[in-house]
């Protein structure tokens, strides 16, 4: 029994289920056949603006797949309450990392090789989570060694993938070295 029929004793009747007009009949079939015809066009252009919003998503959305043995950040930002990392929740990491996938799961889903701090964690986690670091370099640049990383950050591609200092990445974001 829904809420809605033990409260008032009655089914609950919206503007959706009004063509279904059951054992007693309206007086007046004009009004029910109006509002019947209003509601399905109503939700017919709902329906085509969620389509059209969703093709244009769909234009932006890469899928992404790591291999065995690529390096992830594991976004942590979500875990509000489970994991702080000795600050105050706004001020706590948003990746830390990173792990090397260990094995694929499932079609959207790695386990990591996670450190003995993280063994509370399961170590299995959706894609949509890790950020890859792709490659690893090191210039030259008058008579000075810099340390450069090529990171993918989340909903990217590999093309938009930026090279960064090493020095600068772990001024920034110095928990995720």
Partial sequence: MAPYEALYGRKCRTPV?????????????DL?????????LICDRLKATSDRQKSYVDLKRKEVEYAVGDRV??????????L?????????????????????????AYQ??????????????????PVEILASDSKVLRGRSIELGKVRWQRQGVDEATWE???????QFPYLF
């Avoid at 950040?73 to 489970?82: A, E, Q, R």
């Avoid at 702080?84 to 959207?108: A, D, M, N, Q, T």
Wanted: with cysteine; net charge positive; aromatic share 10%.
């Fill in 112 to 129: 990591l090789r996670l450190p003995s701090e993280l063994e509370r964690i399961h170590n299995v986690f959706h894609d949509e989570e």
């Fill in 73 to 82: 950040f594991l976004k942590v930002s979500p875990w509000k309450k489970v």
């Fill in 165 to 171: 200092r090493k020095e600068d990445m772990e001024r």
């Fill in 84 to 108: 702080i990392f000795g600050r105050k929740w706004k001020l706590s990491p948003r990746y830390i990392g990173s792990y090397e996938i260990v094995k694929r799961v499932g079609l959207v």
């Fill in 32 to 40: 029910l056949k109006g509002t019947t015809y209003k509601v399905k």
């Fill in 17 to 29: 289920c009004w063509a279904e007009a059951g054992q007693k009949l309206l007086p007046m079939p």
